[in-house]
């Protein structure tokens, strides 16, 4: 029987992350946690819903006890700017209070979400907060946020796979890639078009 394919975005479709490389880098990224958190139990809460993928790879290189939860929120971008704004659609429910936090992120592009995200967590007294982001856009950057783990670095680029999407698609392709066309009519649409993370 042959392995049923994801959805493929079309001709345009460049991979710039193969599965395998995502792979390898998550086990190490696993392992440097598993050191760092040496005699810890950590709790693990997954940005909704583009780090789904991310997290169950992730957990299962992390050879500690884990909690596991999940975070939503929306962004609206404003403008160009990227003066957007942030809305929680649903919070994690774990009581984190004294305990070892990792954010686990897909990408942080404007750092805007991880912000907000931070600044709520920490209202709730853990004893260490940290991010562990798959994918960074430093070059996007504009409010500062610490990232103690971060799988690559990307360009300025519109990427989707392994749980990253375009509109709600793309979400089950194995590799991370960028599709020239969807990229253009994404930065055409970005003032009107709510954009789902
Ligand atoms: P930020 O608030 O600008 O850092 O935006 C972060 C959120 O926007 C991420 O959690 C993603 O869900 C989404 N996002 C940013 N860049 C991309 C991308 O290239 N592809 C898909 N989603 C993205
Ligand atoms: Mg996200």
């Not at 997290?55 to 929120?73: K, N, Y």
């Not at 809305?87 to 979400?113: H, K, N, P, S, Y």
């Not at 066309?181 to 078009?193: H, Y």
Request: charged share 25%.
């Amino acid at each position: 029987m042959s392995t049923p394919q994801a959805e493929q975005p079309g001709k345009s479709f460049r991979i710039l992350i193969p599965a395998e490389q995502i792979r390898v880098r998550i086990q190490a990224m696993g392992k440097q946690i598993t050191e760092d958190y040496q005699g810890k139990r950590i709790v693990l809460i997954s940005v909704l819903k583009g780090s789904f993928i991310f997290l169950a790879d992730l957990v299962r290189s992390i050879a500690l006890p884990v909690d596991i939860d999940f975070i939503a929120a929306s962004s609206y971008p404003t403008s160009s700017k990227s003066t957007g704004t942030v809305r929680f659609v649903m919070d994690a429910e774990i009581d984190i209070q004294g305990r070892d936090v990792l954010i686990v992120e897909d990408v942080v592009d404007t750092g805007l979400t991880l912000e907000m995200i931070c600044a709520r967590l920490m209202t709730r007294r853990p004893a260490s907060l940290k991010v562990c982001t798959l994918l960074n856009k430093p070059s996007r950057r504009v409010a500062h946020v610490p990232m103690e783990y971060s799988g690559f670095d990307v360009e300025d680029y519109f990427v989707i796979g392994y749980g990253l999407d375009y509109a709600e698609r793309f979400r089950n392709l194995p590799d991370i890639g960028i599709v020239d066309d969807l990229e253009k009519s994404l930065k055409r649409n970005l003032e009107k078009e709510l954009v789902r993370v």
